[in-house]
């Protein structure tokens, strides 16, 4: 008798292919070019219906900001995530000394906020990150050696606009 193989998917296996960026990052210069996995194309219910379901058995599932807030029920869709996504990088590519950081989730380092001193570690630079941990979707991480300061909470676009002054002066 021959033995038959069954072969079954590994849900984090499928996931991890699901997020996975396809392509050369090193070129991104916004959130706009990083958007090619599974997640940013396929039908939007289908990807947070699959997240939810996942999610379940594995909290802390890797996924980008808009996809937890999503499926949380905070933003009305996809669409409206990458907006938002592409009007802050609109406001900070338009400023000196903002970088895009394609890795992960994509975020700004606001570069000369990243000193050098002899003898001592490099400062992480202030940075600007999108997140679903509140409605404003927006966090700020001072610069800092050692260890990392407390987030400041943004609460959008204008509160970014009207704190940026503020927020390179870290």
Known sequence: MKKQVRVEPLATLEWSQAVELAGELADATGPEDIRRAWIHRAPERQVVGLYRVLSKFEPDLPAPWWLRALAAGGLPTRTAAFRMED??????????????????????EYVPSEVYAAGEAPTVPTTVMFTARHRGWLDVLPAHRGAPPKLISVRGLEDLRSRLDAIEAT
């Open 87 to 108: 009007e802050v990088a609109t406001l900070l590519a338009d400023r000196p000394g903002w970088v895009y950081v394609p890795w992960e989730d994509g975020y700004w």
